[in-house]
């Protein structure tokens, strides 16, 4: 599915976890590139860390060495000169085991490219490799979520993983207040009919049934940060679509996105917009 993986690469151990979830991610034609960025130093601090094995043993992988103001800046270069379709980045070095929490790198490569960008939980590398049994996709009916949903569709195609389009219907009362009480039996049935038909129009345009992937739907109760969240820690990968403002072709979070990121137990995908 991707043709190109560039990873953000220092020899960490948030680095592996990047470079376990690319692995996982890679098919055989994928080419991987792994890159080290680091201020304008003398050339003999140039070379990069110690790479990987992993990297070696494979036929299209290739390391590069970026001096750049930052790491942001250095992996969204290589990107526009790779043409490459993902970034996968590791978590905060701050965050919880288990979790994903970009840290500032992970962060601003999300606001700064035009590919999409994976961001692997700490300790990912310990459960190397990697298997994608279990994909899930937030869905809430717009543009964003609907090519996140077929890309997701083509992911567990390629993966013979289980796929789960999940969406979140939000409680009454926070939209209307006091009236909400009353309001709420009709309002949830009226959005449960509403993402059904909405999420069953979505996968007949990913041409799911033609792919051979079969999308449980899932459509819940509650915050959407909050269940997205808690739906991440029984899948093998959470995707997600950026949201619908910001330059075109970027990928730009709203609070939804950011909040299951900074919670997320599973590594996290987030799909950018259509450039077109």
């Known amino acids: 599915m991707f043709s190109t993986i560039v990873i953000g690469y220092d020899g960490s151990s948030q680095s592996d976890d990047?470079?376990?979830?690319?692995l996982a991610l890679a098919d055989p034609a994928t080419e991987l590139v792994a890159v080290f960025v680091h201020p304008r130093v003398p050339a003999a601090a140039r070379g990069g860390p110690a790479w990987p094995a992993?990297?070696?043993e494979r036929d299209r992988a290739r390391t590069i060495a970026r001096p750049a103001t930052s790491a942001a800046a250095g992996l969204a270069a290589v990107v526009d000169e790779t043409g490459a379709d993902l970034v996968v980045v590791g978590s905060s070095r701050r965050g919880p085991?288990?979790?994903v929490l970009p840290g500032t790198t992970g962060a601003q490569v999300l606001h700064a490219t035009a590919a999409a960008v994976a961001v692997a939980p700490a300790g990912l590398r310990d459960q190397a490799p990697v298997a994608l049994r279990e994909i899930g996709v937030g869905f809430d009916g717009g543009a964003e979520s609907t090519r996140a949903l077929a890309a997701a569709v083509r992911l567990a195609a390629e993966h013979g993983a289980k796929l789960r389009a999940i969406a979140v219907i939000e409680p009454v009362g926070e939209t209307f207040g006091w009236a909400?009480?009353?309001m709420y039996p009709e309002y949830r049935d009226d959005a449960v009919a509403g993402a059904r038909e909405a999420l069953a129009a979505a996968v007949r345009d990913a041409e799911a049934e033609a792919l051979g992937v079969t999308v449980a739907e899932e459509v819940v109760d509650g915050m959407p940060a909050e269940e997205l969240a808690r739906a991440s820690e029984r899948l093998d990968l959470l995707?997600?679509?950026?949201?619908?403002?910001?330059?075109?072709?970027?990928?730009?979070?709203?609070?939804?996105a950011t909040r299951v990121a900074n919670a997320a137990a599973c590594p996290l995908l987030v799909w950018p917009r259509d450039a077109s």
């Open 54 to 56: 992993t990297l070696a």
């Open 239 to 256: 995707v997600l679509g950026s949201r619908g403002y910001g330059p075109l072709g970027r990928i730009l979070l709203g609070s939804v």
């Open 97 to 99: 085991v288990g979790r």
């Open 18 to 22: 990047a470079l376990a979830l690319a």
């Open 180 to 182: 909400g009480a009353w």
